[in-house]
């Protein structure tokens, strides 16, 4: 054999000839069979690919400029070839070496896949779930094997001379060769990569050109690298050839000349997703920076808005060329559901990606941006209040990490956050200025009961003395809520004052007038009753489980409620310290006693009577802990107890 020969036969040697990996494989099964009914979106996503490519080309050549001198201009083309049944998108971006063709075609290798996947497999019965997730996370490359049963992505690596085939049937696995001549000759020039698509019957309408013209035009108008119809070569020999897309970078575009539907693909490629905005916020910043933002917040919540490594999302351009898109410092963590682009004129071309992190041109971007989009939201909020609150249901929790995160925004962070309230009886989200407004004479305080739901809060007996007296008070259920409290002093010079901590100086609401109203509603008359023998005889009872007992401004129907002592941390919050194993410091709660209660009463004349109540204040102790869904330190005894007394009345 003749030594060319020999490279001959080994260039018939497979490089790879591999199965998919798991995840690939449940991908392509999610694919073929739970998306089928959009499948156009398959030329959405290769387009992306390619335009990426060239993007990816494009920073590259500015350190190297020799990667595009076979031809400095970047363009894609697409058509179909109806007797062999295909179709063709081709690229003259950075293209692929063979290991390539193997890792980025054969594995998923973004971060979270894995967990993505579990999600899918959990929700294997509902179709429309699987939608909104894969829509997430974008189908990508895959989402060819909709319409072809079989695709060959030819590529050549630019700087590099050879070119390798990946072929696959979407089935079995991938083979990864030397291309031979005819699949050579796909490529546009000297580099880039080719993707042919050997389409399966019943998608042989994208075997008609104005079926691919429509669909580049519906879904990848707003790609800045220019797309063309025909073969690379048969592009080339037209010199009227016309792009089909709209090839303007779209947020160079003056906003009033862009369609909502154009903002809409542009956000669908660029956040990978497929809900709609539900806040679009283009503009133009001059001054001491410049530059300018497309941005987009989801109208769906991420999958993983809440994975500890937070990443942001925003790709960076310095006028008009892609620089990255894991720059995290360009946008603030909480604000990390933020989808889009920002494209700076200020920034030298030539930075590497390393040196923006501590970039103070970087750090101005961040700061402008985040007051733009809290002022966007606020408006937002009075202009189109449905679309704010289901904003606010999907992402409050992360913008609220802001209120210690980032204590510069903290004034235009508390104007858009929202809580439940007793006023409505907690059916409508309500704004701190709204609580302000409403506020009692002499109020300063703003009062606030946390908890672990709504439904448990509203129960609370705590609530009962400032229902009563018509001073409202916020529901905290979220997590995030004990921890900006730590480092949110007040609002507008209103202090947040926790209701199950320390004791509330009631008397000041209590005028004449009101004093009356709750007198009247109260149908006992001797509530005068001197109750203090039996505070002694239930702090002797109680001893070390309590700080101390003492009679309760707060309760209305209630016999008695659990505070914490002015001096220690809020109920809740040592809780939620607790579970995170951050806190041991086991800080006894104040028992009070409502002194209008007939069993309390009743209690109090057997205590001024010396006769026994201890079995009676540890019922009372533990019932209390019950209804603020506390474990008991030791439930049989206070079944014991129970039974007891049940005994005793029957
Ligand atoms: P994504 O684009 O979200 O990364 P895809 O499944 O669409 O996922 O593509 C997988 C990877 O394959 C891309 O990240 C890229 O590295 C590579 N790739 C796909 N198409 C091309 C192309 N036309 N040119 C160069 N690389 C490509
Ligand atoms: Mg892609």
Avoid at 12 to 36: E, M, T
Avoid at 466 to 489: A, C, H, K, N, P
């Amino acid at each position: 054999m003749s030594a060319k020969e020999k490279e001959k036969e080994q260039d018939q040697v497979p490089n790879y000839d591999k199965g998919f990996s798991a995840d690939v494989s449940r991908l392509l099964d999610i694919v073929a069979n739970a998306l089928y009914t959009n499948h156009d979106i398959f030329l959405r996503e290769l387009i992306s690919n390619s335009a990426d490519a060239c993007d990816r080309l494009r920073y590259d050549a500015i350190s190297n400029p020799e990667l595009t001198k076979d031809n400095p201009n970047f363009r894609i083309c697409t058509y179909k070839d109806t007797t062999n049944r295909t179709v063709t998108v081709v690229d003259n971006g950075v293209g692929m070496t063979d290991e390539e063709l193997a890792e980025n075609l054969g594995t998923i290798a973004k971060s979270g896949t894995a967990a993505l996947m579990e999600q899918m497999k959990k929700s294997s019965g509902d179709t429309g779930d699987k939608l909104k997730l894969i829509g997430q996370f974008g189908v990508g490359f895959y989402a060819g094997f909709m319409v072809a049963h079989k695709i060959e992505v030819v590529s050549r690596k630019a700087g590099s001379d050879k070119i390798f085939t990946w072929e696959s049937d979407g089935a079995s696995g991938f083979v990864v060769r030397k291309a031979n001549d005819i699949e050579a000759a796909r490529l546009d020039g000297e580099r880039g990569t080719a993707v042919t698509l050997y389409i399966k019957d019943e998608a042989c309408e994208f075997l008609i050109d104005k079926k691919i013209e429509d669909t580049v035009k519906q879904y990848s108008d707003h790609i800045a690298v220019p797309i063309y119809l025909g073969a690379p070569a048969m592009v080339s020999q037209d010199t009227e050839a016309e792009p089909l897309n709209n090839t303007a970078a779209l947020w160079m575009r003056t906003p009033s000349d862009i369609t909502e539907e154009d903002y809409t693909n542009f956000y669908t490629y660029i956040g990978q997703t497929i809900d709609e905005p539900i806040m679009t916020s283009h503009w133009h910043a001059e001054g001491k920076i410049d530059f300018t933002a497309l941005l987009f917040i989801p109208t769906l919540r991420p999958w993983d808005l809440f994975d500890p490594s937070r990443r942001r999302f925003v790709k960076l351009y310095i006028r008009r060329v892609f620089i990255t898109d894991e720059l995290d410092e360009l946008m603030y963590p909480w604000l990390r559901f933020v989808r889009g682009i920002i494209d700076s004129e200020d920034l030298p071309l030539n930075i590497s990606r390393e040196t923006l992190q501590y970039n103070p041109v970087v750090e101005k971007i961040r700061s402008a941006v985040a007051r733009k989009i809290l002022s966007d939201l606020d408006k937002l909020s009075r202009n189109d209040e449905p679309a704010f609150v289901t904003f606010w249901g999907q992402f409050g929790s992360a913008i609220k990490e802001g209120l210690y995160d980032a204590p510069e925004h903290q004034a235009g962070l508390l104007k858009i956050c929202r809580f439940y309230s007793t006023h409505d009886n907690g059916e409508k989200l309500i704004s701190l200025e709204d609580y302000v407004e409403r506020m009692k004479d002499g109020q300063d305080k703003i009062y606030y009961l946390c908890g672990e739901t709504l439904e448990s809060v509203k129960n609370s007996p705590q609530l009962e003395g400032f229902r009563s007296r018509g001073i409202e008070v916020l529901y905290f259920t979220d997590t995030i809520d004990d921890f900006w409290l730590q480092s949110v002093l007040d609002y507008k010079g209103h202090q947040f004052q926790s209701i199950t901590r320390g004791d509330v100086d009631f008397d000041k609401f209590d005028d004449e007038k009101s004093k009356k109203t709750i007198e009247n509603e109260e149908t006992k008359e001797e509530s005068k009753q001197d109750i203090s023998a039996l505070i002694t005889a239930m702090q002797e009872a109680l001893g070390k489980r309590v700080h101390n007992v003492r009679k309760s401004k707060r309760l209305k129907d209630s016999p008695v409620c659990l505070v914490a002592p002015d001096e220690a941390v809020d109920m809740h919050m040592e809780r939620v310290l607790k579970i995170n194993q951050k806190y041991n410091a086991n800080t006894k709660p104040v028992l009070e006693i409502n002194p209008d209660h007939a069993l309390i009463l009743k209690l109090a004349e057997k205590a001024e009577k010396k006769e026994d109540i201890k079995d009676f204040a540890l019922l009372l102790l533990d019932q209390a802990h019950i209804i603020q869904g506390d474990e008991l330190e030791n439930p049989t005894d206070f079944a014991r107890r129970m039974s007891d007394i049940m005994n005793k009345t029957l």
